[in-house]
Antibody, heavy 117, light 111 residues
């Protein structure tokens, strides 16, 4: 059974940093593109970043470029999102997602990040 | 690519059909010939769940009352007979051009 379990969310002050983790199991992690997708409270879904199976390619949406870094450890079956210079508008539930063929077939349960003073 | 869904709110009677439209600001036909249009369901308090990929392919375990259709820039998700468990927000999503984008969501509720 495919499982994606996020952790690392919490309350952080504006300008602060946070590192999210996603533990993957039930599939060959090193074979899949992976993504982070976020959802602000009561709002819709927005892509954040994605990463190639071997980690050699990464893409980000403009709003997080230069502040967020996606990475992965295939030996540990883990996906990460390092978030720096956090802003109030980054407040959201962050989902780890597996995506084959330009889609998403599995989502984690999400971890809430709240940026507030 | 901007994805525009309509309606944003859809009250439906149990057992009746429902239809959600999704339009993209440019063609979703990829250079490889595929059209990467997906539909997701998000029930209250849950993570999203994929229902349909590449316009009309239903995921395993998805009831056959859900169907997807369309081409180019115009797409539709249809529910043939709405059941109580179908309540939630439905999103279309394009994977043709990065950054991939979602529609605003359509909230389906029971009248």
């Amino acid at each position: 059974e495919v499982q994606l379990v996020e952790s690392g969310g919490g309350l952080v002050q504006p300008g602060g940093s946070l590192r999210l983790s996603c533990a993957a199991s039930g599939f060959t992690f090193s074979s899949y593109w992976m993504s982070w997708v976020r959802q602000a409270p009561g709002k819709g879904l927005d892509w954040v970043a994605n990463i190639k199976p071997d980690g050699s390619e990464k893409s980000y949406v403009d709003s997080v470029k230069g502040r967020f870094t996606i990475s992965r450890d295939n030996a540990e079956n883990s996906l990460y999102l390092q978030m720096n210079s956090l802003r109030a508008e980054d407040t959201a539930v962050y989902y780890c997602a597996r995506h084959p063929a330009r889609s998403v077939d599995y989502w984690g349960q999400g971890t809430l990040v709240t940026v507030s003073s | 690519v901007v994805m525009t869904q309509s309606p944003l709110s859809l009250p439906v009677t149990l057992g009746q059909p429902a239809s959600i439209s999704c339009r993209s600001s440019q063609s979703l036909v990829h250079s490889d010939g595929n059209t990467y249009l997906n539909w997701f369901q998000q029930r209250p308090g849950q993570s999203p769940r994929r229902l349909i990929y590449k316009v009309s392919n239903r995921d395993s375990g998805v009831p056959d009352r859900f169907s997807g259709s369309g081409s180019g820039t115009d797409f539709t998700l249809q529910i043939s007979r709405v059941e109580a468990e179908d309540v939630g927000v439905y999103y279309c999503m394009q994977g043709t051009q990065w950054p991939w984008t979602f529609g605003q969501g359509t909230k389906v509720e029971i009248k």
